[in-house]
């Protein structure tokens, strides 16, 4: 199960330790880019515990910027040396503004609402801090609501609650003081900038000439009780075995705020049913294996990317429709985002292939997705798992195994759908796919460079990123509801079906050919010859190079073919040995005479004129029956003087197609696909 996966991906972070600075970056949501505007209004209030208080002026823990540089709009980027000292966790399911969860810290994230409330009176305060102190660990019985209310009302007035009712006025409430176990002290002087242990969060108030600091190692020690108190929340059992290491301890729910895809509020068709309190008895956890957990999750969260916009489109278009898939370009698209974490094979102890320290060390350099950072390298795998994702030196042997998961649905109300878990994939096989696309690319760029004799620039980098993106190219040949399947196949060394794929190139180059003569029209054949090309090569190379045996067989090179027309040498029949190089032939043949057709007819083309009837598509037989018997007798009507070759090149077509007949009509995809290339490459 997940969670398994999740308790091995935090299990190494758990047995290293690290800093308690960068471990609660890791676990709280202090980095979240929809967290950012919370540290623009917080409001300290300092305690004693004698019951005395006093509110602080609200500060900005950072500044506002522009959200680029010819953008007019700001945005709020917090001070990230101090936003350590107040961490929280975003609520995830169920409204925000309510109190859920357990907390660690007397943090508590105030929104719009939250602040009318309290600057109503202190009965709304009261309210906001009897709700939020109750589920706090640590300071039920030693601070009182009450005489911390009118204290909270009389400062949140300084706070200035936006009118507008688009605008959402965000902020923290944080109760600071000296109580017992408190994660808060009194300091002489300031901490050092950049101290690993300890924060500053203001001069205090109360005791002049003082300075109230956090103190970062307890924080993180109530920030982990308050995570095993969520689990309690749904059952608890003392001296119990856990699900996942066998060992006896207390034992929590798997319940946690942290990991929102374990939810309770979604009812499935079980055998039977736990009540809420219960779960414990379903899913049992020790607190390490509970904290592993928690880790996992941040650390899943983290390398969670979105995949790239132009193949969500690709995915939720028609694959067979051009109209339809231009209008689902139109569209707006469902996000869906990915992920990709790595797992040794072996977890036991003396299996490791690396050690804590260093496996703790590549997941962090997965997150941040840098390069050379402490002598290591990262190789990028984007072009596989169609998001942003690296590989770094250590996990790219044969002791780790890739799994790939892919969702959408919103994680912060707990509304996932899950769309596929690609497991169990051998780094080796990531870079050899990787190198591949690299070739794919090049031998785009050939194909491109003949097809298309002027491109954007624009238009010709956002192609190429579509040509790098074997998830794209995947999509594009089998269809958005076979884009799972065919992935798990490329990535675990299993053959890809030619016959869909042509299939379905072939449908959309019959309906864009009614219009060939309209621009527009034979740009996206063009597009669409360019593929079928480009796609028929990665086959060819995907079966020699990833899965060791024969290419697929299909059409010879198309440069090889088209040099040896050009070069009217004398032709046989060994040339076109198939439908699909006969098929290529008669294209580069009726584009050759449709050149000629249009100088002797005053401009018109040769196939809407000639072989098409109004609305019709163009099949084998039609081509056969319109334009290649009878082109002898047009050339000699429109006085047109065809080359030596291509008079060759009649000969043989017509002398082929009779004895491929059959094959041609067994296999009239292929054969058009092919016939499309001949003509579009005859340029």
């Known amino acids: 199960m997940l969670i398994s996966d999740l308790i091995k991906l935090g299990r190494p972070i758990l047995e290293t330790g690290g800093l308690p600075r960068e471990i609660m970056e890791l676990v709280s949501d202090i980095h979240k880019l929809n967290t950012k505007s919370f540290f ?92 939020r102190m109750q589920r706090t660990v640590g300071i039920k019985e030693v601070l009182k609501a009450q005489c911390i209310a009118e204290t909270l009302h009389k ?8 009118t507008n009712q688009k605008e959402n006025t965000l902020g923290l409430v944080a109760l600071v003081g000296l109580w017992k176990d408190s994660p808060f002290c009194l300091w002489d002087s300031e901490p050092e900038p950049g101290d690993k242990n300890y924060v500053l969060v203001a001069p205090s108030k109360i005791n002049l000439g003082k300075f109230i600091v956090a103190d970062l190692l ?9 995570k095993l108190a969520e689990g309690r929340e749904k059952g608890k059992n003392k001296n119990g075995l856990c699900s996942f290491c066998d060992e006896k301890s207390d034992l929590v729910s798997a319940y946690c705020k942290s990991w929102p895809w374990f939810t309770t509020t979604w009812g499935c068709p079980l055998p039977m049913e736990l009540k809420e309190k219960e779960l414990v008895k379903s899913i049992a956890m020790c607190p390490k294996c509970y904290k592993s957990m928690v880790y996992g ?21 028609p694959v067979a429709s051009p109209g339809g898939r231009e209008s689902a370009g139109r569209g707006k698209s469902t996000p869906i985002h990915g992920c990709g974490y790595v797992l040794p094979i072996m977890d036991k102890p003396d299996n490791k292939a690396l050690s804590s320290e260093d496996f703790a060390e590549s997941l962090f350099l997965m997150m941040e997705e840098k390069i050379d950072k402490r002598g290591k390298e990262a190789a990028h795998i984007k072009a596989i798992t169609g998001f942003d994702a690296c590989l770094p030196e250590g996990f790219d042997s044969k002791d780790f195994l890739m799994n790939l998961i892919y969702f959408s649905g919103d994680t912060s109300r707990g509304d996932i759908h899950l769309r596929a878990k690609i497991e169990d994939i051998l780094p080796s096989t990531l870079s050899r796919l990787s190198d591949l696309s690299g070739e794919v690319v090049e031998y785009y760029e050939i194909a491109a460079k003949r097809i298309f004799s002027k491109r954007s620039d624009k238009d010709a980098s956002f192609m190429r990123n579509c040509y790098f993106s074997i998830p794209w190219m995947l999509t594009n040949a089998y269809g958005g509801p076979y884009i799972w399947d065919s992935l798990q196949k490329v990535v675990h060394h299993r053959p890809l079906s030619r016959k869909r794929f042509i299939s379905n190139t072939a449908r959309r180059m019959a309906d864009l050919s009614i219009k060939i003569s309209d621009g527009y029209a034979l740009r996206k054949i063009k597009e669409e010859v360019l593929f079928y090309l480009v796609f028929s090569r990665f086959l060819y190379d995907y079966d020699q ?16 073919i088209a040099r040896l027309f050009e070069s009217e040498e004398d032709l046989s029949g060994e040339t076109l040995t198939d439908c699909e190089k006969l098929g290529f032939a008669a294209g580069w043949l009726v584009k050759s005479f449709s050149n000629q057709y249009w ?10 004129h000639r072989v098409m009837t ?19 007798e047009i050339a000699l009507q429109r006085d047109i003087h065809m080359t030596k070759g291509t008079k060759k090149l009649l000969a043989l077509v017509l002398l082929e197609f009779g004895k491929f007949k059959e094959d041609v009509r067994n296999k009239e995809d292929n054969f058009m696909s092919a016939f499309w290339s001949g003509y579009i490459l005859n340029n």
């Open 40 to 131: 623009s209004n917080v409001l300290v209030i300092e305690v004693e515990s004698a019951g005395n208080c006093v509110a602080h002026d609200p500060m900005q823990w950072g500044e506002y910027v522009k959200a680029s540089e010819k953008a007019k709009k700001m945005i709020f980027e917090p001070d990230y040396s101090r936003v350590g000292a107040l961490p929280f966790v975003w609520p995830t399911g169920g409204n925000p503004i309510k109190p859920q969860g357990a907390y660690g810290l007397p943090v508590y994230l105030t929104f719009k609402k939250n602040w009318e409330e309290i600057q109503k009176g202190a009965e709304g305060a009261k309210s906001f801090l009897t709700e």
């Open 155 to 162: 400062g949140s007035k300084k706070i200035v609650v936006s």
């Open 545 to 560: 190079k990833i899965l060791g045996i024969g290419g697929i067989a299909g059409m010879r090179d198309w440069k090889d």
């Open 297 to 317: 999750a941040a650390v899943f969260e983290k390398l969670t990317r979105p995949l790239e916009n132009f193949l969500i489109k690709e995915i939720f278009s």
């Open 614 to 632: 109004f609305g019709s598509r163009i099949k084998p037989e039609t081509l056969w029956k319109r334009a290649l018997v009878p082109m002898n």
């Open 218 to 226: 307890k924080t993180l020690e109530l920030f982990w009780e308050s």
């Open 599 to 608: 100088h002797q007819s005053g401009g018109k083309d040769f196939i809407k």
